[in-house]
């Protein structure tokens, strides 16, 4: 009997032992797990410890609540231009609502997986393939947004759709490769031109002002010798007139007749002295006595000249 109460003590503690694991359940962070009591959803388990009632209770689903990227197998799509073309995709999705992801679907992630497909080649059917490279941010747009509205019906958030890899094939990519060369070798033509172009224009310009500036240095040198001239003529004319009054009041000075007959009669005697000298002929006035009266005819159109 005592071998038998001991055994029965032993199988108690054993069963009170599977009985405390079984009630006690303690769910990580960023965890939910779904529980099922007799089969039929009873409560979402939070993060921490939980207590369950052991055998009627049951953990029926486990859900990360972290953010899932998900990579969408490559597929083959056509465009509006009639044009394959492989894609290759990745997908970030987050379980919102653990009981409609254990119930809503049999399988979100598969689900997930061939509506983001289909949804793809839908989206680019409607493109031609030059827009396709184009407008990645609207095909993920699009393609997260089709998805986005189905996935709420199974708890999942579907954040974001990013294009990996756009595949055309090998004829259509030697085609884009020389295409693109092309277009390089246009826009060098384009650009070496254009330098050239701008060379004789900035060569032109140049010549055009240096040419402005150098009939407006000619201009001002002109100006400038026009004025000097002008000031020295201004000059010459003031002397003159100077020298002219000067004269003319030396004259009216007390003696200045008699300064100017023997002035007149010096230049007279010098002029035919000069005139002597250069002619191998001697040449003497006809009359002498024509001199006074020469001086005499000087000396009254001297007085007759306004005072």
Request: proline share 4%; charged share 20%.
């Amino acid at each position: 009997m005592e071998f038998s109460f001991g055994s029965v003590s032993l199988v108690i503690f054993i069963l009170a032992i599977v009985f405390v694991f079984k009630t006690i359940q303690v769910v990580p962070q960023q965890h939910a797990w779904v529980v099922e009591r007799l089969g039929k959803y009873h409560a979402t388990l939070g993060p921490g410890l939980n207590i369950v009632v052991p055998f009627i209770d049951r953990v029926g689903y486990k859900h990360i609540l972290k953010e899932i990227p998900l990579d969408v197998p490559p597929q083959v799509c056509i465009t509006k231009d009639n044009t394959q073309l492989q894609v290759d995709g990745i997908l970030y999705f987050q379980v919102t609502d653990p009981k409609l992801a254990s119930y809503g679907s049999s399988n979100y992630v598969a689900a997930i997986t061939q509506l983001a497909q289909t949804t793809l080649r839908s989206v680019i059917g409607r493109m031609e393939l030059d827009k396709t490279f184009e407008e990645r941010d609207h095909i993920n747009t699009a393609v997260v947004s089709a998805i986005d509205d189905s996935a709420a019906n199974w708890g999942v958030k579907v954040l974001r759709y990013e294009i990996k890899d756009l595949t055309p094939p090998k004829e259509i990519l030697h085609a884009m490769q020389a295409q693109i060369t092309a277009e390089r070798e246009k826009r060098a033509l384009i650009a070496a031109s254009e330098g050239r172009k701008q060379e004789q224009i900035n060569i032109a310009t140049g010549e055009r002002e240096a040419a402005i500036a150098r009939s407006e240095g000619e201009k001002q040198a002109s100006i400038n010798r026009a004025q000097g001239q002008a000031a020295a003529i201004l000059e010459i004319a003031e002397a003159s007139a100077e020298a002219i009054r000067k004269t003319a009041a030396a004259i009216q000075a007390p003696g200045g007749a008699d300064a100017v007959n023997l002035k007149v009669a010096e230049q007279y005697v010098g002029a035919f002295g000069q005139l002597a000298r250069t002619n191998n002929t001697l040449i003497v006035p006809a009359n002498l006595g024509d001199m006074s009266s020469l001086i005499a005819t000087a000396m009254q159109v001297v007085k007759t000249q306004p005072k």
